[in-house]
C-alpha cells in the first residue's frame, strides 16, 4: 500500500529561537561531579514549564534544539505581549535554574541565561510521517540573530534580538521597552550584508554566586 503524499502549506507565522547560555560549560561541570542527570531532569522540567504556558495562547512549543527550543506565534498578535511573555519565561527560567541545578554546581558560570532572537514571515509547514515540520527564513534569522547576539553582547543572557522588518510592523507596542538599534552581520542571510536590527534587555544582569552554596538557593531575580 502507498503512503498518501503529506500534504504542504504555507502558513504566516512568527519565530522565537530561544538559547541557553553557558550550557555547554554546565554540562562539563555536572559530568564531573556525577550529576549529568540533573540537567536532563532541569530540560523536562522547563519543557513542561513552556507547554505550560504555551495554553495561554502567546507562543507555541515547535521543537527542542539541544540547547533551547524553537517557539511559534501569531505574527499579528501584539509585539508587547510577545516580548511580555518572553520575560516571564526568563524569570521562569531562574526558578527552575536556581533549584535543579545551580545548587548542584561546583562552579557558578558568569554567564547562565536566556537569549532570544526573534523573526516573523512566511514558513512553509509540511506534515511529515503525522508530525508538522517548518521551513523557512523566519527560522533561519531568528537562530542567526539569537547566535549573533551572544557575539556582539558581552552579557547577551536574558536580552532578545529582532529582526528591523518585525519591530518595524510592531514599533508602536515595543516603545515602552526601549529597544536599541545596532548593526549586525548574520552569516549566509542577506549575503552575509550588515542589517539593522533591534536589542531589547529583557532582565538585568544577575550579579555571578562564588563558590558552592550549602543551602537551597532562590532566583537572583526577583518579580517586579
Not at 532562590?218 to 517586579?224: F, G, K, L, M, N
Request: proline content about 6%.
Amino acid at each position: 500500500m502507498t503512503r498518501p503524499v503529506d500534504p504542504i502549506s504555507e502558513e504566516n507565522t512568527g519565530a522565537v529561537v530561544l538559547d541557553i547560555c553557558s550550557s555547554s560549560k554546565l554540562l562539563e561541570d555536572l559530568k564531573r561531579t556525577d550529576n549529568l542527570k540533573r540537567w536532563r531532569d532541569f530540560l523536562i522540567a522547563f519543557k513542561e514549564l513552556l507547554h505550560a504556558r504555551a495554553g495561554r495562547g502567546i507562543l507555541r512549543v515547535y521543537k527542542f534544539i539541544g540547547d533551547g527550543w524553537i517557539l511559534l506565534f501569531d505574527p499579528l498578535l501584539s509585539a508587547d505581549h510577545v516580548v511580555k511573555e518572553l520575560r516571564e519565561l526568563c524569570y521562569c527560567f531562574n526558578l527552575v535554574y536556581d533549584l535543579r541545578v545551580k545548587r548542584f554546581l561546583e562552579e557558578y558560570p558568569d554567564r547562565v541565561g536566556l537569549t532570544f532572537g526573534l523573526d516573523s514571515g512566511s514558513l512553509i509547514k509540511v506534515q511529515m510521517n503525522d508530525v508538522d515540520e517548518y521551513l523557512g527564513r523566519p527560522l533561519n534569522v531568528a537562530s542567526r540573530l539569537c547566535s549573533t547576539l551572544k557575539e556582539i553582547e558581552p552579557i547577551p543572557e536574558f536580552k532578545l534580538l529582532m529582526s528591523a522588518p518585525y519591530y518595524a510592523s510592531h514599533i508602536g507596542s515595543l516603545r515602552s521597552f526601549s529597544p536599541e538599534e545596532v548593526r549586525v552581520s548574520l552569516r549566509n542571510i542577506s549575503g552575509n550584508s550588515e542589517i539593522r536590527a533591534y536589542k531589547v534587555t529583557l532582565l538585568p544582569k544577575c550579579p555571578p554566586s562564588k563558590g558552592r552554596s550549602k543551602k537551597p538557593l532562590t532566583s537572583t531575580v526577583r518579580r517586579q
